[in-house]
């Protein structure tokens, strides 16, 4: 099974400033890696696909990179709403799930 | 727009199965770029993908709960179905029904779970 790992695994930032997430992949998953956003009581919310592509409605303040094994997720200026929990997801080898960032608003 | 929801027992007495259905609007189940895939998350943990079904009706589930999973699909009705044997309190979670939407290059490999339904809380317990 490939194991996600998410850091940290809480963030708390101020509006305004830049969230930088990071999901580390136990062996490689090439491109296929997803970021979901997750608030209480609310389904997962796609974010990202493919690593680097914004899925429909996201706004561009949110960002992928990486291939391989790591990966990162930029918020570049973050709004109150961005609070959440954010999980990474692989499609390489069938699907798993890193545990998940918790990002903080102040 | 596709709009997935579950609908099915939220209390399970242990060693019964749980079963639990998907119904889907504003798409149709049998697109061939598409999976229908099920998910859950215990309270406070990350989120476990249980299976899916394709377009074809090939099923593939996590191998850890492989020889308790049945996925099926009734495209009559656009819904796709889960049951889960056997189960516990371990099994105690929010499942959700979802849709993958495969990637350019096929279904084996990436793609997005771009859809996703609220969720349904199912307790194990007697």
Redesign the interface.
Known sequence: ?IVLTQSPATLSLSPGERATLSCRASQSV???L?W?QQKPG?????LI??ASNR??GIPARFSGSGSGTDFTLTISSLEPEDSAVY?C?Q??T???????TRLEIK | QVQLEESGPGLVKPSQTLSLTCTVSGGSINSGDCFWSWFRQPPGKALEWIGYISYSGSTYSNPSLESRVSISADTSKIQFSLKLTSVTAADTAVYFCSRLRCSSGGCSRGGAFDFWGRGTLVTVSS
């Open positions: 099974e090439s491109s296929y997803a979901y609310q389904a997962p919310r796609l696909y493919d899925a429909t999980f997801q499609r390489d069938w699907v798993t799930f890193g545990q998940g």
